[in-house]
């Protein structure tokens, strides 16, 4: 039974996928409500998976050869991941019913959304290397083809090839570590490997312990990969909601989270993993200090507190990672989705178009509200929860300088939270044209993620039930929600958070008498601009492989007397390397 | 002895159907007196001829089958000057020709409709088709090169078919030439051989080669003089320059044969010529670390050339010297490490590369086609053509998407599997130069994505360029064929054991030439 | 001087001469007339080599065959040089370069 489901997971929505297409663009309703009932049944078969957790189902079908076997497992990490794929999927897709109303080639953005939902549910649940990787290339063809969604805008083609770049080269990474988990064990299994990676020779465990940070990076937009993430902010606003909030920058989280057990020993590995979450978390914070466009501020949003997950993995703590990850998956789907309606209503989205959007949109405003709370990490929204666990494991298990750096994001988290609020909703309003609230489609997924972001740290104590109990590797422990929250709310750290965050706010209220500070902040605000050089190093990149290719282009003259030449100094440096190879060789 | 022999049927019948060929459609047009009957004509009898091959070759790969549990084994046929051994590695040179040449007849009766000497066309497909069965079977240095000639003789003809344009003609002159270069490389190389060893059979030589425990400088020559001279038809770098401009000048459906099968013979050419020289004493390694150097440059080199082209044709053309590079690491590993993976691996590959390239070419073909060739321009197809045409030739334009990601090697796609099977034979190797290697080759394929994406983004824009608007329709056939390619793209994409059957006794036919 | 050390110069000689030809020559015909004397110094070759392996015969059978491919190939390749005069009005293969990069 529970096998049925797994791969009904994947294949319901990818069914959808097809249908949809075939549905054709003439028939816009119908394809809105297939990709809605799809993408609602697909929710279904990962919540109905829940029951069988405990018995962890395994799936295998054997390939033969270098394939191994396709294998999908049933623990509960993985049957989280693949529900929040599933139900954050249902809603953007419902919500798209609205936001893409009279959009054309609704056909293909429905077919890719599906296709990304199964993937997703797909990657979660694989049980081998080699299908994980699949399904992790699957999802980057997916966020491709949606970030270039309007390929007739050059930014949107741009970004779109540029995400699907970045994340492939950090992507071999993880190819590296597959292939030598096969080379060295001949098997794909995941379990395996954490069973037996200790078994591997130190510095080809190292390897592959480096390879899954780089492509966990790539995937979660993290230092030095960044950059493709604000980038991708051209996709159609249900795309970044599910796709560059809730679901596929998370893989790279869970990809840290899944294999922590075989590298936590490596040496040097779990610095650099909390090294690359604390940069992370800080850079995008100062970066969305200062975006004026109200997705890319909130895609900065994004990279910074996927920092506090890998932070969170970096000094063991895989339980407040993942535990944020659902809160992080909910509240900034919903500020997404939110900003979209803002986004559709008023035709821009520079911030400093708007202002003053608040008592025309009231109903954004309070789930805004709602969303801002818990991505600010103020108390009884998940955001606050979360964000204190993983800081309150960085201050018993890190390094301190790191856990002051993340303090320090915390407050920064709170300051531009609040600015960005301040700027769409009140003040004077910048907008002429007439506004509508949210239409009834869009306030139907708004508010279950507004209850949802108020409510999911209810769920910590089965969450960690499910962990600890699935995970054989991991040593979990297991804890109730009112410890937790008993813990949480009587920890000193708490208070000094809280401190921090309420700096970070009054930082905003009181701007203008902290006029002095500005101008020794400016060069920061400066490097923040130009996302700190990280910008510059891809161009270089791009520039120097596009020079690379005009010199070599000019080798080829199409004289015929030259292609000649070639063949013969070929044959004569054939004739050289052979006889020094061999002499090297033999002698 | 003959009409028993699967083999002999396998190879005589596209031969025989050769002239039967170009004669019905000659005797069509003369008898009528109707202008294009005699492309229908000629196109009916080839892919009659070609269809009715499937049974001979069905025949052969059960008898092979059925003698060999082990696959090493080959089904034999001798008579006078002609040996020929049909083992895995010919089986699956005869799969990839014949069922892309069977489409290619198929697919090219609309395409070509407008043009002069179809019946030549057809002949000269047909006669290829079987030249390269014949090519894969060789079972000595001279019936190697004598289908070699063959083949380059058939291919130069088709390649200067448009004779009447100068580019396709200037692609004909350079082809021809530095082809034939490579040929006199190859002779010499023979010569080499003859005069050490005395004898021509390649198990022979093996056998001559093994029992000789000194190295042989004169033997080392020879395969040098294989390794270029069979590299020119391979396209190695630095010797494809010919490749971009035959590749893309030739009719579409020739395109999709020169990238997809005639590369691919070469290389199977060159390894059967070179596999029994790299028994000398320990020389092994020193011609994988080669074919790895090579393979390298056709990566690298491929897709930076690749990056700066404008015409769809032309950069699927570069794109194909770096499909060699793939195919010659995963020779490379297998020659290094001794193992069937890569073999095995780099020749998945090659079988996959004629299902994606053939694709790539037939749509990007059918697009030409309904853009320029119908309304009578011979100007190449550019990227800027080709902006929204899907919203006039979904099927097109999918089709040459499903066939870019392919090459790009994105899942769900087969691509991705064959260059997985390569990494996976790399990995297996614990050597570090062979893991550089391979993570090499890995970013190489995230650099082509760069020229692919922006293809399959533009196919996609809303807005079309006016050329598609003012397109014609695209004809059925067409249509049926790139779906049937597309097919198994995805298939063996999702479920990789597909071709196992065809791809492993292939790799350990590799082995056994390499001695191993 | 044994016939075989003369065969041997023979065969280098040609092809030094050929190989000139190639990568100096401009007009067409003449790059054919080279490709043509490369061909001879490998039918030389192949009887130099037979004669020296004691497998004479072999040695001339595939000579044999090799001059019959080779004149196809030449064939072709004058068929084209004469399409290009037509074409394009020159013989100069510097000219033919339209096709690079």
């Known amino acids: 039974m529970a096998t049925w489901l797994m791969w009904m997971t994947i294949g319901v929505p990818w069914l959808g996928a097809l249908l949809v297409w075939r549905l054709g663009d003439e028939r816009p309703n119908a394809q809105h409500h297939a990709a809605a009932v799809f993408s609602l049944l697909a929710g279904g078969t990962a919540l109905a998976l829940l029951p069988f957790v405990g018995e962890t189902a395994v799936s295998r079908i054997p390939v033969g050869g270098v394939f191994g076997d396709f294998t999908l497992v049933a623990d509960g990490l993985g049957v989280f991941l693949a529900i929040v794929a599933t139900v954050v999927g249902s809603l953007a897709v419902i919500f798209s019913g609205a936001y893409m109303h009279g959009a054309a080639q609704l056909g293909r953005y429905y077919a890719l959304v599906l296709l990304f939902i199964g993937a997703m549910a797909g990657l979660v649940l694989a049980g081998g290397f080699l299908l994980l990787f699949f399904f992790w290339e699957i999802t980057a063809l997916c966020s491709y083809a949606l970030i270039s969604f309007h390929n007739d805008d050059p930014k949107a083609v741009s970004g779109g090839v540029k995400a699907l770049i970045m994340t492939q080269v950090g992507g071999v990474g993880l190819l590296g570590l597959a292939l030598l988990a096969y080379g060295y064990l001949s098997s794909y299994e995941i379990n395996t490997f954490l069973a037996q990676a200790h078994t591997l020779p130190a510095a080809v465990l190292s390897i592959a312990a480096f390879g899954a940070l780089a492509a966990a990076a790539a995937k979660s937009a993290q230092v030095p990969f960044q950059t493709w993430l604000p980038d991708a902010m051209e996709a159609p606003s249900p795309v970044s909601a599910l796709i560059h909030a809730a679901t596929m920058v998370n893989a790279g989280v869970y990809l840290l989270a899944r294999l922590y057990p075989a590298f936590a020993a490596v040496p040097g590995w779990k610095t650099a993993v909390l090294t690359v979450g604390l940069l992370s978390a800080l850079l995008a914070a100062f970066m969305a200090l200062t975006a004026h466009d109200l997705k890319r501020a909130l895609a900065y949003s994004t990279v910074s507190q996927l920092g506090y997950m890998v932070y969170a993995v970096g000094v063991g703590g895989v339980f407040a990672s993942q535990f944020h990850l659902l809160s992080h998956a909910v509240f900034k789907a919903l500020l997404f989705l939110s900003a979209g309606a803002v986004i559709h209503a008023v035709g821009t989205r520079d911030m400093r178009q708007m202002g003053g959007l608040g008592a025309m949109m009231p109903f954004v405003r309070a789930v805004f509200l709602a969303g801002a709370l818990a991505l600010a990490g103020l108390p009884l929204a998940n955001g606050f929860f979360s964000k204190e666990l993983v800081l309150e494991e960085g201050l018993h298990h890190g390094p301190l300088w790191a856990y002051v750096g993340m303090l320090l994001g915390a407050g920064l988290t709170a300051l531009y939270t609040l600015r960005m609020v301040a700027m769409v909703f009140y003040g004077e309003t910048a907008v002429t044209r007439r506004v509508h609230d949210a239409s009834p489609r869009m306030q139907l997924p708004l508010g279950v993620l507004t209850f949802g972001s108020l409510t999911t740290w209810l769920l910590a104590g089965p969450f960690t039930r499910l962990l600890a109990q699935t995970l054989p590797y991991h040593a979990l422990k297991e804890m109730t929600t009112l410890e937790m929250a008993v813990e949480i709310l009587t920890a000193p750290a708490t208070a000094l958070a809280l401190l921090v965050i309420g700096l970070g706010l009054s930082a905003w209220l009181l701007r203008h008498r902290l006029h002095r500070w500005q101008r020794p902040l400016h060069p920061l605000a400066q490097a923040a601009v130009q996302s700190f050089g990280f910008e510059r190093i891809n161009q270089q990149l791009t520039v120097g492989t596009k020079g690379a290719a005009a010199v070599l282009s000019r080798t080829q003259t199409g004289q015929l007397n030259w292609n000649v030449a070639a063949i013969v100094g070929a044959l004569l440096l054939v004739l050289v390397v052979l006889s020094w190879i061999v002499g090297w060789l033999v002698g | 002895m003959m009409e028993t022999s699967p083999l002999f049927w396998l190879i005589a019948l596209p031969l025989l159907a050769t002239p039967l060929v170009y004669l019905s459609g000659h005797l069509a047009q003369t008898v009528t007196r109707r202008e294009t009957v005699n492309g229908r004509v000629a196109r009916d009898v080839a892919l009659a001829a070609l269809l009715a091959c499937w049974l001979p070759f069905t025949w052969a790969a059960r008898e092979l089958a059925h003698i060999s549990a082990a696959h090493t084994d080959a089904l034999t046929f001798g008579w006078g000057g002609l040996a020929l051994r049909l083992d895995g590695l010919s089986l699956l040179l005869t799969v990839v020709a014949l069922g892309l040449g069977t489409l290619v007849a198929f697919y090219s009766g609309p395409y070509l409709a407008a043009d002069r000497g179809q019946e030549k066309y057809y002949a000269m497909l047909v006669a290829i088709v079987g030249i390269m069965i014949a090519l894969g079977c060789a079972a000595d240095l001279f019936n190697l090169w004598v289908w070699f000639e063959a083949m380059a003789v058939a291919s130069y003809l088709l390649v200067a078919f448009y004779h009447e344009q100068p580019t396709s003609l200037e692609a004909g002159v350079k082809y021809l030439v530095q082809s034939a270069v490579g040929s006199i490389l190859v002779l010499l190389g023979i010569g080499l051989v003859l005069a050490h060893t005395a004898t021509l059979d390649l198990q022979e030589i093996r056998a001559f080669v093994a029992t000789q425990g000194a190295l042989s400088p004169m033997l080392l020559a020879a395969g040098a003089l294989f390794l270029i001279g069979f590299g020119v038809k391979v396209a190695l770098v630095p010797l494809h320059t010919w490749l971009p401009d035959a590749h893309s000048q030739a009719p579409s459906g020739i395109s999709a044969m020169l990238s997809g099968v005639v590369i691919e013979a070469g290389l199977v050419a060159l390894l059967r010529s070179l596999g029994p020289l790299t028994a000398v004493a320990g020389t092994a390694t020193a011609w994988a670390v080669l074919l790895a150097c090579f393979g390298v440059l056709n990566m690298l080199v491929g897709n930076l050339l690749a990056l700066r082209q404008t015409q769809v044709k032309r950069m699927l053309a570069y794109s194909s010297l770096v499909h060699v590079g793939y195919m010659l690491v995963g020779v490379s590993v297998a020659l290094f490490t001794g193992t069937a993976v890569g073999a095995a691996g780099g020749l998945f590959h090659l079988f996959n590369h004629a299902l994606m390239k053939g694709l790539a070419f037939l749509a990007a073909g059918a697009l030409l086609y309904t853009l320029h060739l119908a309304v009578g321009d011979h100007n190449p197809l550019t990227v800027n053509d080709l902006a929204g045409a899907a919203r006039r030739y979904p099927l097109a334009a999918l089709t040459l998407s499903l066939a870019l990601l392919s090459l790009g090697g994105l899942p769900p796609f087969a691509g991705f599997m064959s260059k997985w099977q390569i990494f996976v034979a790399g990995f297996q190797a614990h050597n570090g130069w062979v893991a550089a290697l391979v993570i090499f080759a890995a970013l190489n394929s995230v650099l082509s994505l760069a020229y692919y994406a922006p293809l399959v983004n533009s196919l996609y824009r809303l807005k079309s360029s006016e050329l598609v608007w003012a397109g014609k329709p695209m004809p059925r056939t067409m249509s049926v064929a790139l779906a049937l390619l597309a097919l198994p793209v995805v298939a063996i994409g999702f479920w990789p054991g597909l071709m196992r059957w065809l791809t492993e006794p292939a790799g350990l036919a590799l082995m056994a030439l390499f001695g191993k | ?101």
């Open chain 3, 1 to 101: 001087m044994t016939l075989l050390n003369i065969g041997l110069i023979g065969v280098l000689g040609l092809l030094g001469v050929g190989f000139y030809g190639l990568l100096t020559s401009r007009n067409l015909i003449k790059v054919i007339i080279a490709l043509q004397i490369l061909a001879k110094a490998a039918v030389l070759a192949l009887l130099v080599a037979g004669n020296a392996s004691g497998q004479i015969g072999l040695g001339q059978s595939v000579a044999i065959t090799v001059i019959v491919a080779d004149t196809i190939v030449a064939v072709i390749g004058m068929a084209l040089a004469i399409q290009v005069r037509r074409q394009m009005h020159t013989l100069d293969v510097v000219e033919l370069a339209r096709l690079r990069g």
